[in-house]
Nanobody, 124 residues
Framework: QLQLVESGGGLVQPGGSLRLSCAPSGFRLVYYAIGWFRQAPGKEREGVSCINNSGRQTFYEDSVKGRFTISRDNAKNTVYLQMNNLKPEDTGYYYC?????????????????WGQGTQVTVSS
């Protein structure tokens, strides 16, 4: 069974940083585009960032542009989301997802494989 595992979440003060990691179980990420999504309580899941299979195409949701950076290391079979200057409104459960095509998408329905998520809380 194809699975993804997220790690790196936690509690951080406003202005702080976290780096999330997404690693697969049972497959190689090099053939997949990867998206990061977040869901706050009472809100729909939203696309935060995505990266195509080669890493040459990336996308960021407007509220995270300039603060978040998505990257991938296909040799290590891992995708990262570096989050800097975190704000309370970044709080939520963060999920990574893989889609079995090479191009990026921010629509949850475009993704085939999901992780269980990791909690990010930004609070003083």
């Amino acid at each position: 069974q194809l699975q993804l595992v997220e790690s790196g979440g936690g509690l951080v003060q406003p202005g702080g940083s976290l780096r999330l990691s997404c690693a697969p179980s049972g497959f190689r990420l090099v053939y997949y585009a990867i998206g990061w999504f977040r869901q706050a309580p009472g809100k729909e899941r939203e696309g935060v960032s995505c990266i195509n299979n080669s890493g040459r195409q990336t996308f960021y949701e407007d509220s995270v542009k300039g603060r978040f950076t998505i990257s991938r290391d296909n040799a290590k079979n891992t995708v990262y989301l570096q989050m800097n200057n975190l704000k309370p409104e970044d709080t939520g459960y963060y999920y990574c997802a893989a889609r079995s095509v090479t191009t990026c998408s921010t629509y949850p329905s475009a993704y085939d494989v999901w992780g269980q998520g990791t909690q990010v809380t930004v609070s003083s």
